[in-house]
């Protein structure tokens, strides 16, 4: 398994922009799908974005489509979140999840990961 480390939360104002990455270290990341999820206060943890192992395929909640990008470097072993235009909605923690080998749409958007980070909170005001 990979261990996973997120980073880039912060405050920002209605409109702003902010990127998270998520490092991972560990053996074959480029293995992995990655995926990233939400939990605002006394909401469920919901899914907003994820790439296939292979990098050639991506997913977004309708909630973030458009403003939202999520990429991939393996030479770095990191997935970032780019999140423009941000909401005051959008304020959450922000965890990313890993998966041997997953690629589809399902197995991506699951909450069912082989691995989690712990989180970053994003906090956008108004």
């Known amino acids: 398994q990979v261990q996973l480390v997120e980073s880039g939360g912060g405050l920002v104002q209605t409109g702003g922009s902010l990127r998270l990455s998520c490092a991972a270290s560990?053996?074959?990341?480029?293995?992995?799908?990655m995926a990233w999820f939400r939990q605002a206060p006394g909401k469920e943890r919901e899914f907003v974005a994820a790439?296939?192992?292979?990098?050639?395929?991506?997913y977004y909640a309708d909630s973030v489509k458009g403003r939202f990008t999520i990429s991939r470097d393996n030479a770095k072993n990191t997935v970032y979140l780019q999140m423009n235009t941000l909401k005051p909605e959008d304020t959450a923690v922000y965890s990313c999840a890993a998966s041997l080998g997953a690629e589809t749409k399902i197995a991506l958007t699951s909450l069912r990961h082989d691995s989690w980070g712990q989180g970053t909170q994003v906090t956008v005001s108004s």
């Open positions: 560990g053996r074959a990341f480029s293995s992995y799908g």
């Open positions: 790439i296939s192992w292979r990098g050639g395929s991506t």
